[in-house]
């Protein structure tokens, strides 16, 4: 396997940042050589844009490869995934916040939950057309013409569906991180089930889901932060989790394989490329270092 030859994180121009935490952009020189890429779990949804070459999913129970179409839209994902591009490949993926992309979809978030659908049927059209300007564009040019399409539909997805303001989960959001849901549901006078109401209305996740995947996206931010030395005890006491083995467990059943073994792919494998960019992009792009103790 090879590694992608141009691998990084932006962030998006400032009238984005309400409903966009990052982009992530990928590519590689021309290669008969499959690219396998080990993708992430996430309490959030993406939208993937494959300028050119193919990229497939591996199933893991049937190891069967699974064309992906040219843009498609990620839900939540419950557990982590394999990519396998081929050809001269490039893509760009949107990451949007969390509890913000929902409104810009014509589907509800539980329909997406734990997939990945081809944008046409979301009422997003208009992203061929983009791409097809993206893919013939300057390189500065790019992200320039994907902005100016984002803003407008932004726009009118406001003007259909009412103003864009914060998201009313973002202070539930916030607090699940250190708290469990019944427990924040008493502090804050409300029933455990109109939380969970509002949670699978914005994010297809039950409370415990998304805090199980905001945990472990908020682990990966500290991760980019924390001196290597620092134990996986005490980032489990400062994330909330219950102790080590609590953490432990999370990690392999989200990530799908044991920290210290992360670690060391990170370092030697480029299959894990996405994992060495996604704590900066975690900390600055969705703002987690606001959680992290000085």
Not at 178 to 206: C, D, V, W
Not at 210 to 215: G, N, T
């Amino acid at each position: 396997m090879i590694q992608l030859s141009g691998e990084k994180y932006l962030l998006p121009s400032p009238y984005l940042r309400a409903w966009i935490d990052f982009y992530v952009q990928s590519h590689g020189a021309a290669s008969d050589v499959p690219v396998v890429t080990h993708l992430p779990s996430s309490a959030t949804a993406t939208l993937t844009l494959v300028l050119s070459g193919k990229a497939s999913l591996l199933d893991a129970e049937s190891g069967r490869i699974v064309p992906l179409p040219q843009l498609f839209v990620s839900g939540s994902q419950r557990s982590s995934a394999t990519m396998v591009a081929e050809g001269q490949f490039r893509c760009l993926v949107v990451v949007f916040a969390p509890g913000c992309w929902d409104i810009l979809f014509d589907a509800a978030p539980e329909n997406l939950a734990d997939r990945r659908q081809e944008v046409s049927g979301l009422g997003c059209r208009w992203l061929h057309a983009v791409v097809d300007e993206m893919a013939t564009a300057a390189p500065q040019m790019m992200m320039q013409r994907l902005e100016e399409g984002l803003r407008g539909w932004i726009r009118q997805a406001a003007s259909r569906r009412g103003r864009f303001g914060e998201s009313d989960t973002r202070w539930m959001r916030d607090a699940l991180l250190h708290t469990a849901p019944g427990e924040m549901a008493q502090n804050y006078g409300l029933s455990l089930r109109q939380i969970e109401r509002r949670f699978l209305q914005q994010f297809g996740l039950s409370p415990k889901a998304y805090q199980r995947l905001a945990r472990m996206a908020l682990l990966l931010a500290r991760h980019g932060q924390a001196p290597a030395s620092t134990p996986l005890a005490v980032l489990a006491a400062e994330l909330g989790y219950a102790d080590q083995a609590h953490l432990s467990r999370d990690h392999k059943q989200l990530i799908g394989v044991p920290p210290a073994r992360l670690g060391r792919l990170v370092e030697e494998d480029p299959e894990y490329w996405v994992y060495r960019i996604l704590p900066g992009a975690l900390a600055t792009g969705s703002g987690m270092s606001r959680f992290f103790k000085p």
